[in-house]
């Protein structure tokens, strides 16, 4: 008997899951890989086993939802219709049937012949020291690669109690502990929300939120924000919460500076006007041992750009079906526009069912998820109003001082950036990586490219890695001959 298609999933987060689970309904053969221990990505981030926690679902508002995902993945996991890999770190896709990924794009609306089996390796590492390399060969990949937080500096960003907001959720969710007593949560977007709940929730003083962003914008977006009442109730359910928390938002307003020699001891902000500029004498000082600052949230395209898969911005490119223009390649979720946990499980489920005709050699039927297309969207249209909504403040980088550190990794700082640029004559982002090495230390420019971009005024431009994280030589070394080239 001829064994069924198989289909690679990169990231379990809701894109990943949706989409595993709609192929694999399907006949098709699924392989789930993922970086953390437990299925659910950050969204529907799980505490450790051995902590047993008694009531996970305190911290989380959209707990059925998953319940029904870790449902099905249990089902289809026991028939043997998926296998789940946890705790596997995927470092590169790679084709093995000598086509250059770059080329071949597909027409939208025509069908293409399935891939010859075996046409990705899907190359991870395996285990917390990711030492140990793991290949899988599949007929199709879909990737869930999810996103990643925007950072922005300020000075004293890298004292010891500044976290990325996303982070300080992470350790509450995954660890069940406070990243502090007393919190200020800053920045800008809808994730500040959830995380300023959720550390009042669990006991901490959360001292301001800080939100950048001002309430006059809301009426431009207010088609948007009307097609998701769901939405806006969630919104008001959160404000509810942290009134009841004595939490007060400071709209308009951005953290100027963090303060403290060993850690961080308080936080200087201060009101901006319709401009983004700093409204003289609004600076007040905020005693805290934490802050939690985030601004939005970037696609994770790495494995995508080393496909050659095109981009649209900073997104990656995708058809109403979810594929990319690479034969063989889908993605779903955050990797083609940051949307939230409703926008991926769509795109998701749409996704896992083309997949499943296209391997399967018929015409897919789009009329078999029309439901998932419609609300795909509507939520689409919700993304774009928060986007412009929650964008950085205008002059965040002229607020930054010559002396803040913008890259951490190899401790170049924002002045150093400018005279690259100012006196050196950098153009273009390559060009001040290769004279300040912002860029060049461990995260390969994943963290500080924004900061860099914004403090150099070269605006960021996709690259082409060949790898989407660090590996060890031996690994590499072990690799077969047909291995990334």
């Known amino acids: 008997m001829t064994e069924p298609p198989h289909l690679a999933v990169v990231g379990a987060g809701p894109a990943g899951l949706a989409a595993a689970l709609a192929a694999a309904a399907r006949g098709v053969r699924v392989t789930l890989l993922d970086a953390a221990e437990q299925a659910g990505g950050q969204f529907y981030r799980q505490p450790a086993a ?71 390796a899907v190359h991870a590492l ?80 959360v001292a301001a939120l800080v939100e950048s962003a001002g309430p006059e914008a809301l009426p431009r977006h207010a088609r948007a924000f009307a097609a998701q009442p769901g939405k806006l109730a969630e919104g008001a359910r959160y404000a509810g919460q942290l009134l009841r928390h ?15 020699t060993d850690r961080l001891t308080a936080v200087t902000v201060a009101a901006l006007d319709r401009d983004g500029a700093l409204v003289p004498g609004s600076a007040r000082r905020i005693p805290c041992d934490t802050l939690a600052v985030g601004h939005g949230m970037l696609p994770h395209t790495d494995l995508a750009e080393t496909l050659g898969c095109a981009l649209s911005g900073t997104d990656v490119r995708v058809d109403d079906e979810q594929r990319t223009d690479v034969p063989g390649v889908w993605a779903a979720g955050e990797a083609t526009g940051i949307g939230g946990a409703a926008l991926a499980l769509a795109e998701g489920h749409i996704a896992g069912r083309s997949v499943a005709a296209r391997l399967h050699g018929t015409p897919p039927d789009p009329r ?52 690259s640029v100012d006196v050196l004559g950098a153009g273009d982002p390559r060009t001040v990586k290769l004279l300040t090495r912002a860029g060049m230390g461990w995260c390969q420019g994943r963290m500080c490219e924004p900061a860099v971009a914004g403090v150099s005024g070269c605006p960021a431009t996709p690259g082409r890695r060949p790898f989407a994280r660090p590996v060890p030589l031996g690994v590499l070394a072990e690799l077969p001959e047909d291995g990334p080239d």
């Open 246 to 260: 004595g939490v007060r938002p400071l709209t308009r307003h951005t953290v100027v500076e963090a303060h403290g």
């Open 126 to 205: 395996r285990g917390p020291l990711q030492e140990e390399g793991v290949t899988v060969r599949a007929d199709a990949v879909l990737l869930a690669t999810g996103g990643y937080e925007r950072v922005l500096p300020f000075p004293g960003w890298t004292l010891p109690g500044v976290v990325t907001a996303g982070g300080a959720q992470a350790m509450l969710k995954g660890a069940l502990v406070l990243p502090g007593r007393t919190v200020v949560v800053a920045g800008t977007g809808p994730l500040l929300l959830p995380v300023a709940c959720g550390l009042a929730a669990a006991g901490a003083r």
């Open 368 to 419: 078999r998820w029309a439901g998932a297309a419609r609300a795909r969207g509507r939520l689409r249209e919700f993304a774009a109003a928060l986007d412009a909504l929650y964008a950085p403040p205008a002059g965040w980088a002229d607020r930054i001082t010559d002396d803040t550190v913008v890259c951490r990794c190899e401790e170049v700082t924002a002045g150093q950036v400018r005279t």
């Open 50 to 120: 051995a902590l047993n926690a008694r009531r996970p679902q305190a911290l989380h508002h959209q707990w059925r939802t998953w319940e029904r995902l870790r449902g099905g993945l249990d089902r289809q996991l026991a028939a043997g219709h998926v296998r789940h890999l946890p705790d596997h770190h995927v470092w590169c896709v790679d084709r093995t049937d000598g086509r250059d990924s770059t080329h071949g794009t597909v027409p939208t609306g025509i069908l293409e012949v399935a891939p010859p089996r075996g046409t990705f």
